[in-house]
């Protein structure tokens, strides 16, 4: 039907199920006459938010609405705002209730009467960190959070035309508070700032690799020129900030190539060049968010002053990297009915378009920095006692760039300074074997200071010309203090060849580090 005509003074009664020309069609029926639906009577609206339309009812006479108005979404490219369902000479809301075909968490529908004659459905929603922060959404990531914000930046930024509606209003229609804690938390890209303390550990342990040949002597008797090759296969990293968050695996690879040598009566100089491999899992849950893989090289200059006991080692250079990888982004598609049969049976549920199920991505790195560490050797017969203060300061970039879903990121460029200052305590005893050869052992401990966190700036690559240029601002904790440790066997035989196998650790309020390498340096 087109329109109905009742008659002047006639009321349609709807205590049944009342569609404007069948589930699944937008159209306004014209009423000649008034309407009123008591508790018992539906009806269903069909909605389309591309075109902005809804079924509507156009009365001559009053209009009394209760009971519900099932709502159909056949379109979700724009946002939702506000749509009149009815118009009349006067308008009651006797408490109508908006109901969606599944629950929506996101959505809060409902009904008023603007100027005594319409019936308007709005909706006032909750905010997406209001959702994040439900206790029921099973996340107390912070990173989710502030995803959480940007996309209540972006949603408030244009309406209804906006290029993120889609997944906005799929967000909005997920089910439960956990199903949207989930979906928030795999559209949150927490790799792009993760990259920035991956960069950071490869420099510390090429920065520790270059020290091979600056540490305690093991020979007196060489000429002050030393070359080393130092590799660690297997550097593992894991952070567990405990239920609710996102969790962090990484391996890095790292080999390094270096020398120095004196160059005057307190002074040696000297060059390292490394390169580092890395493969990274964040997960939440259990369930894989994404993996990450990528490589850096790394050049630092090397210089030492010793004055008897004493002695200040530097070091100043930085490198270039670059990763790729995939990450999660699906999001539960929202179903629609497309229509009913000739005897009203509606047809089964279908899916809208969804956004895609994951993005691949690529980032390039580049850091510079320089590390000076003061310190003291005391000997005492075959042992030595080595306290030292480590001072580091660094600039790190990252920009990058996702493709494949309309949740895809840009990181136009990012750049971190890190600080830190680590005092420390090496104990060790050379024991000599033989009349040529000698074994080392030794431990190590300090307490590193650092800078709190690190942060990465980034837009939905459909979203960069919004209005306002509302952005994601993504941190991750720094574990500051974190405790380092270390222990090494070190055999030193003819010529000034020594081979060493060393562990390092580091372990923090939410972090774990265990590495173990193995180097050869030949002193001469």
């Not at 519900?68 to 979404?73: D, I, S």
């Not at 994404?290 to 006991?309: C, F, I, P, R, V």
């Amino acid at each position: 039907l087109k329109s109905i005509n009742l008659g002047a003074g006639g009321m349609f009664k709807n205590q049944g199920l009342m569609t404007n020309q069948g589930i699944g069609v937008v159209a306004t029926v014209d009423v000649t006459g008034g309407w009123t639906q008591d508790n018992t009577g539906s009806f269903v609206t069909d909605i389309d938010l591309d075109n902005q339309i809804t079924d509507k009812l156009t009365l001559t006479e009053t209009g009394d609405f209760a009971g519900t108005a099932p709502l159909n979404f056949l379109s979700i490219d724009k946002l939702f705002t506000q749509y009149t369902l009815a118009t009349g000479s006067a308008m009651t809301d006797s408490g109508i209730t908006a109901q969606t075909l599944h629950p929506a968490v996101g959505f809060n529908f409902l009904t008023r009467v603007d100027n005594g004659t319409d019936l308007v459905l709005y909706a006032d929603n909750p905010t997406f960190l209001d959702l994040a922060q439900d206790p029921g959404s099973g996340t107390t990531d912070p990173g989710v959070f502030q995803m959480a914000q940007y996309l209540d930046d972006v949603e408030a930024a244009s309406s209804p035309d906006n290029p993120m509606a889609r997944l906005i209003n799929m967000l909005r229609f997920s089910q439960t508070e956990a199903e949207l804690g989930a979906a928030l938390t795999r559209l949150t890209p927490h790799y792009a700032v993760h990259t920035f303390d991956m960069i950071n550990r490869s420099t510390d342990t090429m920065l520790d690799q270059a020290h091979e040949c600056t540490g305690v002597a093991a020979y007196k008797n060489t000429d002050g020129r030393c070359i080393w090759g130092t590799i660690t296969p297997q550097a593992e990293y894991s952070r567990d900030a405990g239920a609710g968050t996102t969790s962090r695996d990484d391996t890095l690879k790292t080999m390094s190539l270096g020398g120095i040598a004196e160059v005057g009566h307190n002074w040696s100089l000297g060059a390292t060049l490394g390169r580092t491999e890395y493969d990274s899992k964040i997960a939440f849950n259990g369930d894989e968010l994404s993996e990450t893989k990528g490589e850096s090289w790394q050049a630092y200059a090397l210089a030492k002053y010793e004055n008897n006991n004493y002695f200040v080692d530097f070091a100043l250079g930085g490198g270039t990297g670059s990763f790729k990888g995939e990450r999660d982004t699906h999001i539960d598609q929202v179903g629609f009915i497309p229509g009913e049969t000739l005897d009203g049976v509606y047809l089964p549920e279908e899916l809208l378009d969804g956004i895609g199920n994951s993005v691949t991505y690529n980032q390039d790195t580049s850091q510079f920095g320089g590390s000076a560490r003061v310190g003291m050797t005391h000997q005492m017969g075959a042992f030595y006692l080595q306290p030292t203060l480590q001072f580091d300061a660094r600039w790190l970039d990252v920009s990058g760039k996702e493709e494949g879903s309309v949740a895809a990121f840009s990181f136009d460029g990012s750049d971190n300074m890190f600080y830190a200052v680590t005092p420390a305590l090496e104990v060790g005893a050379d024991i000599p074997v033989s009349d040529i050869a000698s074994f080392r052992i030794y431990g190590k401990a300090g307490v590193e200071f650092s800078t709190k966190q690190w942060e990465i700036e980034g837009r939905f690559a459909a979203a960069e010309n919004l209005p306002g240029n509302p952005a994601l601002h993504l941190t991750e904790a720094i574990d500051s203090p974190l405790y380092r440790v270390g222990a090494g066997l070190e055999l030193n035989g003819v010529n000034g060849v020594g081979l060493a196998v060393r562990y390092n650790g580091a372990f923090g309020e939410t972090v774990k580090q265990n590495a173990v390498s193995a180097s050869l340096k030949v002193s001469f």
